[in-house]
């Protein structure tokens, strides 16, 4: 036993249940010149103090990504190395120091080790791991600049199977943007608390489970989730750019596409041309994300109308994508060569 696991929750949480969070985290430290070694250290002992640039200026990024129990019993990260790329990339837009990718992996390693063992439940649950950096000067004046020193650390909690249990409900927004053209494709939680408003109104006004942002009509992404239609042989996804976030998931979906008989069309998708789409029956729409991997869309609230989506009532085909990818991440499938 590592002599820190009695600081984590002992017992791993049944398949289908919430989620155990770990009372550690991997952690290291950016002192404005260098990153300190990696260590585990209590979560509740980050030593933030009230004058912390990250809750007065928003200087925060974090990553999602999942290890999964393989059939040897090892606990295996998913994609670690494309999601420490993306993590650079988002604190690069925010001043950060962006941990190297050694150290990212590392960190996600060194989680897995300490806490792993103890909270990952069999497929289909999984260890959810959290990468998180944040600027902690403690400089309430620093308005204006960036913080100049940082933390990184990883946050990792077992977790059952993740699904929504029926097709979800989006309410299409046109008007009002998810977050700013700069910020689209930044994972930070500034972003997500800009759409929170606009999704909780959607909630009670409408009974939509999130919402569809497609400024001036042009389909984007939902608040924490990616989107792509399955119609006629294809799969059609909004092409990468800097509006929205560039999933993991959504990338390594459209890798397996073709092996089970979809083609791939990324381009722009408009909300009218949705509306149409979903008229075939065996239109699927659906979307992706590391949580629930593929969540199907069975109702669009567009301008006062309810579109059905009747194909995303079985979803035949995002099912089958849904599976191609999570037997890769349960080691039931091999893995492609760079994942
Ligand atoms: C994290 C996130 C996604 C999904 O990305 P994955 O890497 O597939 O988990 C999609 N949209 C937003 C806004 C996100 O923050």
């Known amino acids: 036993m590592p002599p820190s696991s009695d600081a984590t929750a002992s017992t791993p949480p049944p398949a289908g249940s919430g989620s155990v969070l770990a009372s550690v985290v991997a952690l290291a430290e950016h002192d404005g010149s260098a990153w300190s070694d990696l260590r585990i250290a209590p979560s509740d002992a980050l030593g933030l103090t009230a004058a912390s640039h990250v809750l007065h200026y928003g200087s925060a990024c974090f990553e999602g990504l999942k290890a999964h129990r393989q059939p040897d019993g090892a606990v295996r990260p998913f994609r670690s190395a494309k999601h420490a790329v993306r993590m650079a990339a988002s604190a690069e837009q925010l001043m950060l120091p962006a941990p190297p990718e050694a150290l990212f992996n590392d960190a996600i390693d060194l989680m897995v080790a300490e ?9 289909p649950g999984s260890l959810y791991l959290r990468p998180t950096l944040i600027g902690n000067e403690n400089d309430v004046l620093a308005a204006g600049r960036p913080s100049s020193t940082a933390q990184f650390f990883v946050v990792a909690a077992g977790m059952g199977n993740y699904f929504a249990d029926r097709p979800l409900t989006l309410l299409v927004e046109t008007d009002v943007p998810r977050t700013v053209t700069r910020f689209g494709r930044v994972k930070c939680g500034a972003n997500y608390v800009m759409a929170l408003g606009l ?49 993991v998931t959504r990338d390594s979906l459209l890798h397996l596409a073709p092996d089970l008989g979809l083609a791939v069309e990324e381009r722009h998708l408009t909300v009218d041309e949705l509306v149409e789409l979903a008229q075939a029956p065996d239109t699927e729409v659906l979307l992706t994300g590391t949580a629930a991997v593929v969540a199907p869309v069975g109702t669009l609230l567009h301008d006062g109308e309810r579109v059905e989506v009747k194909g995303s009532i079985e979803a035949p085909l995002g099912k089958r994508l849904k599976t191609a990818l999570t037997d890769i991440q349960t080691g039931d499938a091999p893995r492609p060569a760079d994942w």
Request: proline share 10%; aromatic share 6%; no cysteine.
């Open 115 to 123: 806490v792993g063992p103890e909270l990952t439940p069999e497929p």
């Open 199 to 247: 999704i909780d109104q959607a909630r009670r006004d409408h009974g939509a489970d999130q919402v569809l942002f497609a400024p001036g009509g042009i389909i984007e992404e939902t608040g924490a989730s990616n989107f792509m239609v399955v119609a006629g042989g294809k799969v059609i996804t909004p092409p990468l750019g800097e509006a929205f976030l560039h999933g």
